[in-house]
């Protein structure tokens, strides 16, 4: 239904930005759980960020899926939300986007414990590929509409490519000026560990224990948590949250509550 509506702007050869039509951006800030609180400017410098996110990258489905506009409208803008205050540069690495209907199988090889390669065939709704690729389940993207089912797939992904925009993807990527890579790493590794305690033990975590698998799987989940469920982060960690909200320079939980200084914002949904 947008393709008709979508139209490239082309300068001096190269694709520039795709405008995206603000009514379908607003019901997207209206409606997907991690823009809630945002104001109608942040949403506006979303949709512009977004367009210009869509206009250098390829999409192409997987399986013979075909993401019209509107779903690509949706994955950019989840895109790019991690990067409103810090720009879109932070998002170089990822050069397309593939796109598979539905969650999809990755073969690869792990190294357990004692050195041993196994092969194994995993159920994936997202991944991304270290040439570039953000890999991603429409299906498991859809769902994220849902706050209490869906995760935040496309967050999680983006998180691994901030992560590994110093190189390795260990939890710790570059951070914002001032801030003391001392407090992060200790945060994050006393948070990494205690999760791991609590899975062990069989205690509740409040968070997917999925975080616990790998300090970048940490920091991914934790991220995704940050923008959807503000609220269990800062109750599972304050002091990690305080370091996303740092790093992202952004607090979701306070422009849910409102307690930020822009005049209007948009009606959190139901
Ligand atoms: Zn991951």
Redesign the pocket.
Known sequence: MLRNLMARLFGRGEPEEVQIPPDAWRELCRDQPEFAGLSTEECERARVLAGRFLAGRPFYGGDRFVPDDAMQMRIAGLAVLPVLELGLDWLADIRSVIVYPDAFHVDHEEVDEVGVVHHVNDLRA???WSHGTLVLSWTDIEAGLDLDHGLSVVI??V??FLDGVNGAENGFPPLARGQSRTQWTQAFQAGFDRLNRQIDAGEPTGIDP?AGS?P??FF??LSEYFFRRPEALQHFDATIYGLLEEFFRQDPLGRRAGRQGASERIAVRD
């Open positions: 997202g991944e991304a999680h992904e998180a691994h999925y790998h970048a799987e991914a989940v």
